[in-house]
Every structure is written in C-alpha cells, then in structure tokens.
C-alpha cells in the first residue's frame, strides 16, 4: 500500500530511506545526512514543486532533524504546507510543523491564523489535524486566538473531535489554568460522554484537577466507581479490550484517580472498596496487563482509608510478584511493597529475603528500586546497615545525578536516625570523601556544628572524645588525594578548632597539614581560607597557653604570599593571622578564646565602648561622625553594589521584583565566610579608609576588619570575623540550640548495637549466613531468625514441585521463595503477552532464533533455492525465499527496475506464488505483496547489508 | 504530564522515530537519546525494562531489532506503559501486516500519525486499534 494514494514514494526518496537504513555507523549516517541537506537546500526552494513532492521534501526535513541535524531551512515550507487543501498533505504539514517548532517560534503566528480555519472546516479529519497543533502549539498567548472554537468543538458530533477538544482544553489548562478556569466544569460535563474514547481521554485532565484540589471533586467518587465497575464487567465495547482486559488503560486512570479522592477519606474510601475488591478477584495475573492493573490497585488500595481485606489481597499480589522470576514484576513488587509498608510495617518482614536478592542483584534498576525501599523502612534500629549499603553502592556508581539523589538520601536518614555522634561523624566522613562535591554545603555546615556541639551539655568527655576521633580521622584522611572541597573545609574547620585540643598533637603537626593543604587545593580559596583561619587558631590557642611559637616556615611562606593575594578575602585572613601572631597572651586569649565556637556572641551593635575614645579625639579637634546618607560627594558602598549589578544583569527592563533578602545561613563559620566574600565587593582601597572610619560606630560592617587594628578589647566577643555580621550570627546560636536538641534525642542508641552490626558486615564464608544475618539488622531483631525458616517453608510448600535453579548457589530457602511461582509466564521481553505463547517458546530468544533462521535458509537457498522455506511462515524465511527465487533473473532488472516506476506491480506477480502459498505469514497478504515490490523496487533485500530492516517486530 | 517522550531506535543506536512532549532543543535531544541508548543497549533480556535516567524513568522493549523506549514520569505505571508499547506495535502491525523496522521508515509520517490519535499531551487517550486507525485509513484514501 506503499505506493497508492497520497503516500506517493519517489525512488530519491526511497534511496535515502535504503541508504540510511543501510548505514553502518553513526559518521556513514551523519554524512548520509549533510548530503541530504545540501540536496534538499536547493531542491526546497525551487518553483513550482508538486505538492506531492513537496510534502516528501517535509519529510525528508523530518528525518534530518530526527537524525540530529538542524533542518530550520525548511521550516517554512513546512509551515506553508498546513495551508494546503489536500487533506494528507495538511496533516503532514502540521505533523511536521508540531516536531519542528516549539510553541514559542516566531514562525508560529503564522499558522494560528491557518488553525482557526481548520478547526471551523467541515471535514472532520481537517479538525482533528487542527486539533493535534492546538496542543502541541498554543501557548499562553494565543490561547484566545482559538479557545472559543475549541469550546465549540466540544459538543462536535464526531466523538474523534470531542476528544481532541477535550485534550486541547487541557493543554490550554496546563498551559496557564487562571485563561480556562472558568471552563474545567466542561471536563465534568465530558466524563458523562457517550463515547467510551472521549469519556477515557477526559480523565487525563480530570486527573490533573483533581491532584490540585481533591476536595472540589469528592462529589465524583461515585461517577468513577460506578464507570470502574461499568469497565471491570465488560461494558464497553471489545474494541477496547487489550489482551483479554477490558479497557485496562481507562482502569489503570481510574484507580489513580480513586487514589486521590481516597486518601485520608473514610467515607469516599467505603465506596471504592467492593470495585477494587472485584478487579484484584477478576485480573488475570498471568499476562503483563493483568499485573500492571493489580500493581494500580495496590497503589489504590495503600493511598486511599485502609480495608483490612484488601490490603490481604495487595500482600498477596506482592508476594507473587517478589516470588516472580520476571525481574520487571520484581521490579514493581518492591515498588508496591515499599508503598504498603506505610500501613502495615509487619508485611515487611515476610519479604526479607526477597528484598535481599534484588538489593544485591547486579541489575541496577532493581537495586535502586529496593534502595528506595530501604530508604523508606529505615528506623534507628536498622539505620546503620541501610546508611552502609546505600554509601556502598553510591561509591560504586558513577552517574552523578543518582549519586547526588543517593548522597543527600544518606545524609537524610543519618542526621534522622544516627544511633550515635560517632558514628554520624564517620558516615558523614564517607559520604564527604566519596560524594562531598555533590551534597548540599548545609550538609557540611550541620557536620562542623555537631563536633562543636557534641553529645550534649553533660558529657564533656565524650564530647572530647569525639571531637579527638574526628582530628584523628582527617589527619588520617588527608593522605588520601583529590577531596572535595567542601569536604576540606569541614577538615580544615575542625583541625583549626580541636586539632591541638587534646594535646595528641603538636601545633606544628597541625599547622604543617593546613599548610599542605592550602598549598595542595591552592586553585581552591575557600579551602585556603578555611586553612588560613584554621592556623591563626593553632596560633592563637599557642599564644593563649604561654609556649613559644615557631611558625612553620612552609606557613611563613603562605601567610607572604597571600598577604598580597588577589582576594581580598584571603588577604584579610592572612593580615588577621601576622596580627595575632605579634600579639599577647591576653589580648590573643581574648579574641580567640579556645573551644568557644559555640558561644553565644553578644554584639553591643552601637560600640558604646568607644564612646570615651570618640569623646577625647573630638575633644582634640577630631572630624565628628557623618551619617553615610548625609555625606556628599562619595559613593556608599550600597549604592556601588547596585550599579554593579545592575550592569551586570540587565540589558534591559527588569520584569521582575528584586529579591528578597536572604534569610540567614545556619552556621556559624561558613556563614561568616560566605558573608565576608560577599561583603567584599568593595573595591580595594576602600578598605584602609573604613578602617579608619570605624570610630563611627553606626557602621557595623566594618567593625570586623576594624578590630584587629584598633584592639578593642571591651568588644564582646570573640575570634576575629564572626563579628562581620553581628546580627545574623547571633541568630545563629539559636538555631545551633534547638537543632542541638533534636539530634540530641535521636542519638540515644548503644555502642553494642553498632557492634553487632559491623560484625554483620564482616565478609561470612556462607552466602546465606550473611543474608540471614543482613535481613535481621533491616527488618528487626534477633527475633526473625525464628521466623524466617517459617516463611521459607512456606514457600517451599507451594513450589515444591518447581525444579530448582542448580546452577546458582544459595540458600535451599532462598530458592524456594525465589522460585515459588511456578506457573507464572516470565513476562519476556518479548512476550506477547498471549496466554497462548508456548513457554518454550518464551526461553528462547526470538531474535536469535531469526538469525538462525535467515542463515538456514540462505545456506539452503544457495544450495538449492526453495525448500527451507518450508520450515517455518516467518517472514524472514520468506523474504529469504524470495529473493533466492527471484533474485537471480531479477538481478539485472532490478536496476533497471528502480528507475521505472511501473515496474511496480511487475515483481509483486511474479512473486505472487510464493506469497499466497505462505499466506498465514500476515493478516493481509496483498499489503505484504505490495511491501514485497515496494522493497525490492528500492533494491534492499533481506540478504543485503541490513536484513534487521526486514524483521517483523512482532515475531 | 505522564509520557515525555516515545522513541523508536535499532540496536545500532539509529534513531527511527522521535517524539517529545516536552520541548527539548535538538542538541537536548541528540544527548539525552545517546545516554539513553546507550543504557538501554548495555542491558540483557533477564534485566527490568525499566531505567532511570536523570529524572526519566524509562520503560523499554525490544522487537526484533528495533528498541521501542518511552520516558515517563516518576510516577507512571512502568508495566502499564510496557503494555502501552506492545499495543503500539501490534497497532502498526494491523495497520502495515507484519510490521518490520522498514514500514516504519517509509511510512514515518503514519507512524506519527498513529502515535497522534493514540498520546496527546503525553497522556494515553485511545487505545482501540479501531479508533486509531480509522483517521490513518481515511487519510490514505484521500
């Protein structure tokens, strides 16, 4: 049928169909293609091109862009083609015109006008083409170019066009709800539809409504439960059956919808339960679909008020889906489970072993998938072994977008649930050295405030502990190379707070690590900042004590380079550090008191202690204060950062409001940081001149880098920066306290129970052991041990007669449970999905079987032509035999052939007698007789270069 | 939204047919189908047919030499729409008789047209090979 009507095929055409079919690497398609290009630029603009012509050239365009290559020099004619009146070539023209354009295309505005023609055409099948644009091209704007035709269109007599104007009214609806809000009644109205096709489109928008606002549409249980029951009884015409099911897909909305207008609604639940109860007694779970009906009725049934009986029947299902051997029933099994598990937490229990093996099956979907699972059930009885897979695996892994979702899922369960300090701090460490890049900087931030904090206010000694452990652990893991910065900044951190603390080591110990450190990251200046800050602190805490300090040279060396560093930042810091290495032990004790990271600090915001010293220097003839505003002729610093901005971010109008103000960073350190480098953009020599300003207290900003100079002991508080930004740090200490407090009452867990589980990580000799050993520390206690042999025996009972899998070497218990469904259909790949398919037939892989077939048969034809034909209808064989049967004599013909377009129907008779005699080869054997002359006609045979082309997908 | 986007490629990782409901700029979609194909050909037949892939899920299946793959949201029905693809193919197979790799790319027009009655707005809205056939008939005989 190839060659009739509209579908007209010239031989360029059909070359470069073979051509690209043929193709055997990308680059041999790439050039296929830039040809292509270079053809079609000069052919497309040509006079007078036949429509019929014109519209291949459109789809050559299609192929070009399909192949990744840019096609924009044919936009237009595609855009003129929706103007035409043949009805084919029309619709390819907005087929293409829809895959060519977004909806923001200037080239847009010239079809509207050609859509409102369209959609008030008489033919209906001009509407519908219309209609397929509308939703691919509308946009917010032209909304109103056509919503009125739309709205006409569905009270349309056809039910085709009802149904597209019901799903143009929806895009419009997803495009910009307040331009149809006064129109959603009519998917209501539409529900009611007579046609099963336009009553099933319209809930795809219902759906949409009704996740926004469930209780604008409670009055709809009863309409969705009756229609579900109408379809589950077989209802609605046949043509709506796939594989036996009555419409499932119109099932499969339905439940999602009863879904939502279930949940936490007792009443609306009630009258649901009977038709879900008949679907999970009425589907056939042998066949895909029947499966994936079942799996939205678990889904129905662990949203909406829980039944008793119906949650049952969900276990059941997920029994027999984690029973299954099918990886993709697994698959949803695991997927349900980790839904209904919210209900009841016991069904849980049952499944261990299951969840196991697809924990450690090498197939990743399904191990992500039971990771999801995990990540659901953990409590602060199983947090350990789960937080220690999950890094496990997210160390394994190189895709960073599944790392990053991994990483911050770990960091989540652990600040949730960490039995201990000690042990957070050590899975923070891994997650740092592993992923530290991808996390998000709060996560640091929250690490440095928990060894500052430590257990609680009572035990100082295990805080000391922990805090040395950390030390100890970043000495160590500093010889590691290449960590992430955000990691180092946390190391640098507590190294410049506790490293010296215990007296383990000696400042020079330190200090010498910081050094490497800035020096090895020295592209990174928030590490070296970090590291800076972190040796002014050894020193400090050295000057404090009384010992005599000797800077490293290797530290002399840093602190010279980044005197004159471009940053202005590390330039501080480094000023900060000679400062308060020539200071006293006092004054030093006083600014940089040891372990006060914690310490609330109190900022006296009008420096009122400078008020004698003001007095004496007015008295000796001093400038007075000028307010910021009141002073002329000199930029304020506000003002310059305006501009700034503004010529940096705006060419023209700026649409939107300004920002609002950022709330405050909830740590301490880091904020000080992010503070300073954002205060910063003064320009340099600003900063001299309001150090001396200081004596005008009302400019807290600059109270920071005024106190090193001006040794304002009376101040407060405390070690250099913090007082950068006096409000917000102070602000800071609160949030410390109360987040302080909640970690506080997770962290209540033993040290023994963290020791029971390292040795269950232990490697065992048997397999089986430490997967027993692996499901008591996920699903509970010690407790299980008994109960596991139960569920295994089950299992067994009901497979006794499924032999075994001796190949793979576990568990006789876990084979059982693995292979307790016998009579299940592995839904292959390939699987039709017909009960009828032979399970033989299912073990073996088609494709292969194909390939055998097509050498078979071409070994035999060259020996002598026809016979293996015999064999089997495949079209394979056919093709095979065909061409084996013609192709000699045709072999010249089929050039001359090419270039003579009534050869058409030539080949097809004489191929005649061998397409009727395997005529149960397909539905319509004149259509295959038809391909049949088509392709050869173009020269591909299924012995050429690609004989995939030929395969029927449907096997 | 559902469905993002329905792809048809063979094994050599060649695309047949391409289409998105979400707009992605061709360069997008180059580098999303390579990362795609690449992932769904490394993988073997005892595997899901489903992989994630960024925010996708992608649920695919294999017929002959051609990979069918379709993106879905996070929280589609990834075996419904496996059933989805089968009754797509076994559409077109009605529709071609003994559908081949080959009908779909002399015929990429009616492929589309096909996919058009059947997703709108990257929703499922018919699924009676009748219904979707029906326009594609009329068109051929015009």
């Known amino acids: 049928m190839g060659s009739q009507g509209g579908f007209y095929q010239s031989k360029e055409f059909l070359d470069l169909v073979k051509s690209i079919g043929e193709a055997r690497s990308k680059a041999e398609e790439d050039r296929i293609v830039l040809n292509e290009i270079e053809t079609l630029k000069r052919r497309i603009s040509e006079p007078d091109i036949p429509k019929r012509k014109m519209k291949e050239y459109i789809i050559r365009l299609v192929y070009i862009e399909m192949l990744g290559h840019d096609a924009s020099f044919g936009y237009i004619h595609a855009v003129k083609m929706t103007h035409d009146d043949s009805l084919l070539v029309k619709r390819t023209g907005y087929l293409a015109v829809t895959l060519f354009l977004n909806e923001d295309h200037d080239l847009i505005i010239l079809i509207v006008n050609t859509i409102q023609k369209d959609l008030k055409s008489d033919n209906y099948l001009v509407v519908c083409a219309a209609l397929n644009a509308v939703c691919k091209l509308i946009n917010e704007e032209t909304i109103p170019a056509v919503l009125p035709q739309v709205m006409e269109l569905l009270a349309h007599p056809k039910e085709a066009v009802r149904k597209k104007a019901i799903m143009a009214l929806h895009r419009f609806y997803q495009k910009s709800p307040s331009s ?420 609330d600090i109190e900022v006296d915001r009008d420096l009122s202690f400078l008020n004698d010293y003001i007095q004496e220097a007015i008295e000796k003839g001093a400038q007075p204060y000028i307010p910021e505003s009141e002073r002329s002729g000199m930029l304020n610093i506000s003002n310059f950062r305006n501009q700034d901005h503004h010529e940096a971010s705006s060419h023209g109008l700026r649409f939107e409001a300004y920002e609002l103000p950022k709330p405050a960073v909830q740590s301490r350190i880091p904020q000080t940081l992010i503070a300073s480098t954002e205060i910063v953009p003064v320009p340099e020599p600003m900063y001299p001149r309001e150090s001396y300003q200081t004596t005008m207290p009302s400019i807290p900003s600059d109270a920071g880098s005024a106190e090193l100079k001006l040794r304002l002991e009376g101040v407060q508080k405390k070690w250099g920066r913090s007082t950068y930004t006096p409000a917000t740090s102070t602000s800071n200490s609160t949030s410390q306290k109360t987040v302080n407090g909640t970690s506080q009452g997770d962290g209540a867990s033993t040290v023994s129970s963290m020791r029971e589980t390292y040795d269950s990580r232990k490697p065992q000799v048997e397999v089986s052991h430490e997967k027993q050993k692996l499901a008591a520390s996920l699903f509970g206690g010690s407790s299980k041990t008994e109960k596991r042999p139960a569920t295994g025996h089950k299992a067994a009972k009901a497979s006794s007669h499924v032999v075994e899998k001796s190949h793979v070497p576990k568990s006789s218990m876990e084979v059982a449970s693995e292979k307790a469904a016998p009579a299940q259909q592995p839904p292959d790949l390939l699987d039709l999905g017909e009960p009828t398919a032979t399970s033989t037939a299912l073990q073996l892989d088609p494709f292969k079987q194909l390939e055998g077939l097509l050498d078979a048969t071409e070994v035999a034809s060259a020996v002598n032509g026809a016979p293996a034909a015999s064999r089997s209808p495949d079209i394979m064989a056919l093709y095979a035999d065909t061409a084996a049967g013609i192709h000699n004599k045709n072999d010249a013909d089929l050039l001359s052939g090419l270039s003579n377009p009534s050869v058409t129907n030539m080949p097809g008779t004489t191929a005649m007698p061998q397409v009727t005699q395997s005529s149960s080869k397909g539905p319509n054997p004149k259509d295959s007789l038809e391909k049949d002359a088509l392709v050869r006609q173009m020269g591909v045979n299924p012995s050429s270069q690609n004989p995939n082309l030929f395969k029927d997908l449907l096997g | 939204m559902g469905i993002r986007f329905i792809l048809m490629v063979n094994k050599q990782g060649q695309t047949r047919l391409a289409q998105y409901y979400e707009w992605l700029t061709l360069e997008e979609r180059r580098a999303l189908e390579g990362e795609i194909v690449r992932k769904c050909l490394a993988r073997n037949e005892q595997q899901c047919s489903f992989v994630e892939h960024r925010n996708y899920k992608i649920v695919y299946r294999r017929y002959a030499s051609l990979f069918f793959l379709v993106g879905v949201d996070n929280d589609e029905n990834e075996l419904a729409i496996l059933e989805f693809i089968h009754l797509l193919v076994e559409t077109m197979d009605r529709h071609f008789g003994n559908v081949c790799e080959l009908d779909i790319m002399l015929h990429l027009e009616k492929a589309h047209f096909m996919l058009e009655e059947m997703v709108m707005n990257g929703c499922i809205v018919e699924t009676s090979k009748a219904n979707i056939l029906t326009p594609v008939q009329l068109l051929e005989k015009t």
């Open chain 1, 180 to 599: 149809v809000s006064h129109l959603v009644s009519n998917f209501r109205k539409r529900l009611c539809d007579n046609d099963p096709g336009v009553m099933g489109a319209t809930l795809c928008p219902l759906f949409e409504l009704i996740a926004r606002d469930v209780n604008s549409y409670k009055d709809l249980v009863i309409s969705f439960v009756s229609i579900l029951k109408q379809v589950a009884e077989r209802r609605l015409s046949k043509a709506y059956d796939y594989h036996q099911m009555p419409a499932p897909f119109i099932q499969i909305k339905l439940l999602k919808i009863l879904a939502l207008l279930g949940s936490g609604d007792k009443q609306a639940s009630e009258n649901m339960y009977t038709v879900v109860g008949d679907i999970f007694r009425k589907c056939d779970s042998s066949s895909n679909i029947g499966n994936a009906v079942l799996y939205e009725c678990i889904c129905c049934v662990s949203s909406i008020y829980p039944n008793p009986k119906l949650l049952e029947s969900a276990a059941d299902v997920i029994s027999r889906f984690l029973k299954s051997d099918s990886h993709n029933l697994k698959y949803m099994g695991i997927d349900a489970l980790g839904r209904l598990i919210k209900i009841s937490p016991e069904i849980a229990e049952q499944h261990q072993l299951a969840v196991i093996d697809c924990l450690e099956d090498p197939d990743d979907t399904l191990k992500r998938k039971t990771f999801e699972l995990l990540y659901k059930m953990t409590k602060s009885t199983n947090v350990e072994v789960i937080v220690d897979r999950m890094i496990d695996y997210m160390i394994s892994i190189n895709d960073n977008h599944y790392k990053t979702e991994i990483a911050s899922r770990c960091v989540e369960l652990a600040e949730q649930f960490a039995p201990s300090n000690q042990w957070f701090i050590q899975t923070m460490n891994r997650v740092f050295e592993h992923a530290g890049d991808l996390v998000n900087i709060k996560v640091a931030h929250n690490l440095m405030r928990l060894i500052a904090e430590g257990f609680g206010e009572d035990d100082d000694n295990a805080d000391t502990k922990l805090r040395s452990s950390a030390v100890e652990s970043y000495l160590r893991i500093l010889g590691e190379p290449k960590l992430p910065s955000v990691f180092l900044q946390v190391i640098c951190w507590v190294l410049g707070e506790y490293g010296t603390a215990d007296g383990m080591f000696s400042a020079s110990d330190i200090t010498g690590k910081l050094c490497d450190v800035a020096e090895a990251y020295s592209n990174d200046e928030t590490v070296k900042a970090y590291a800076t800050t972190a040796l002014m602190k050894i020193y400090a805490f050295e000057i404090a004590a009384w010992r005599k300090v000797d800077m490293l040279p290797e530290c002399q060396s840093l602190m010279e380079e980044l005197l004159a560093s471009h940053s202005t930042d590390l330039q501080q810091r480094a000023y900060e550090l000679q400062a308060v290495i020539g200071l006293d032990a006092h004054a030093v004790a006083c600014i940089m008191p040891s372990d006060a990271s914690c310490e």
